[in-house]
């Protein structure tokens, strides 16, 4: 299958400030549908993305938050998450929800989707991609 | 394998010319267009970053993003190149991707 390519979605934004992180994970499960290698970048308020105890009630909006947790069932199992752009603003990896996917590599062994890097290395994970989309 | 980093946001309102710089790899080439033109200036608090980028990569502003906004070449930093729409679509054409930093 040399028709796979690797697809990249950035993001950049905090999740409820504007619309494109919902727009991104909304094309990032539409394009799941077409079994490329898919990756998703969370750096800089795109980490903000992915904490966890988020709760719209009051603001009038989807909490789209729980959808990352189903990403594995469409085979997106690569979230890079900026380890500097966590330390900026006072986030760890414990303020992030879980996400898990079942390996159907290795039995089925459930394995983490968060990969946390650095900022050079996802420099490296940005330059490795055949389509870079960004939200 | 060179990218090419669009920029079409003014570095003095938002953080992603900075982003930008700090994961592009030697070699490839960043266009500052729309209100990105003014990380192009010389002379402004961000100009000193943009400059130490300058040698390893390629930093280029879009030439009628320049000029409807009253910034005459001669404004911009050194090693940074103004570029027509003929000059964005070469450098779309010559790179293997292109990421946008909106």
Redesign the interface.
């Known amino acids: 299958m040399s028709d796979v390519k690797k697809f990249l979605y ?1 993001n ?2 905090a999740p409820y400030g504007t619309i ?1 992180a919902l727009e991104s994970l909304e094309v990032v499960l539409i394009g799941a549908a077409f079994e490329q290698d898919v990756s998703l970048a969370f ?2 308020d795109g980490v903000f993305q992915l904490t966890k105890g988020q709760k719209t009630d009051g603001i009038g909006v989807k909490n789209f938050s729980p959808t990352f947790r189903a990403l594995g069932d469409y085979e997106v199992t690569k979230l890079y998450v900026e380890k500097e752009s966590l330390e900026e603003r006072g986030l760890t990896e414990d303020d992030l929800q879980e996400i898990m996917y079942e390996d159907e590599d290795d039995d089925w062994e459930e394995k983490p989707s968060i990969r946390i890097v650095s ?1 050079a290395e ?2 490296d994970v ?2 490795d ?4 989309l ?2 | 394998m060179a990218t090419l980093h669009t920029v079409n946001k003014s570095p003095f309102a938002n953080q992603s010319l900075l982003s930008c710089l700090n994961h592009v790899k030697d070699g490839d080439s960043v266009l500052m267009i729309e209100d990105g033109v003014y990380g192009g200036l010389a002379g402004s608090g961000l100009s000193d970053a943009v400059a130490a980028k300058a040698g390893s990569v390629q930093v280029f502003v879009l030439q009628e993003d320049l000029e409807a906004r009253g910034i005459d070449a001669g404004r911009l930093i050194d090693g940074v190149t103004a570029v027509g729409y003929d000059g964005f679509v070469n450098l779309v054409a010559e790179t293997d991707r292109t990421q946008a930093w909106l």
């Open positions: 950035v950049r934004k494109y750096l800089d900022r996802m420099a940005m330059a991609q055949d389509v870079v960004s939200f």
